[in-house]
C-alpha cells in the first residue's frame, strides 16, 4: 500500500452536486502534490447524478479493497460521507474542519477518509487541511495502534454478530 512514510499516496476523490467545486480544485491540489502519486475517480458511473452515500460507498471500497490508500470526500457537510464511508468494513472515515481535527484523524485513529463540507469551511482551509492531511502517516507502533486495533475488533464483533442475527 502506498501509505508510508516514504511513499506517494492514491488517493481516491468524489463529492455530490453540494461538494462539486471544492472538489474540482482540491483534486487539481491533489494531481499536483508531491506526496499524491495518483488520484483516482471514487465516484460511481455517473458521477454528477450520484448522492452522497453511493459516491462516500464507492470511494471507501476502492480503500478496502487496496486500491486507494485514502480518499478525499466533499459534500454539503461532510456528515453524511463520512457515516456511509463508515459502512464499508476496515473503513475509517471522518469529518474534520480543522487541522488539529485532520492530525488526529491520521495519527491517532488512522482514518482513510477525510470528507470536508462544502458549506461548512471556506475553500482557502480546505485546501490547507487536505494539504496537512496528506503529511501524516499513522504509525503501527505508536501508542495508538492498540485503540485502532480495539476498533478493528469490534466492527469485527458487531459483524460475527450481525451475521449470527441473520
Known sequence: M??????????????????DAYKSVLTSDLH????????????PGQQSAATYPEVAFAAAQLVACGEA???????????????AANKVPGVRAVTAHDSLSVQAAVLSNSA???????????LQLARRL?????????????????????????????????????
Not at 501509505?3 to 453540494?18: F, H, P
Not at 482513510?112 to 471556506?122: D, F, S, T
Not at 505508536?142 to 449470527?164: C, F, N, P
Request: contains cysteine; hydrophobic residues 40%.
Open 130 to 166: 487536505v494539504a496537512e492531511w496528506l503529511t501524516y502517516r499513522f504509525d503501527s507502533t505508536s501508542s495508538a495502534a492498540k485503540k485502532v486495533e480495539a476498533i478493528t475488533a469490534l466492527e469485527r464483533r458487531a459483524s460475527h454478530y450481525m451475521q449470527g442475527r441473520g
Open 69 to 83: 490508500d485514502r480518499a478525499l470526500l466533499v459534500c454539503h457537510t461532510g456528515l453524511g460521507m463520512a457515516v
Open 32 to 43: 499536483a502534490h508531491r506526496l499524491v502519486g495518483c488520484v483516482v475517480e471514487g465516484s
Open 112 to 122: 482513510q477518509v477525510l470528507a470536508l463540507g462544502q458549506g461548512v469551511v471556506g
Open 2 to 19: 502506498g501509505d508510508t512514510e516514504y511513499g506517494t499516496l492514491r488517493v481516491a476523490v468524489g463529492s455530490d452536486r453540494a461538494g
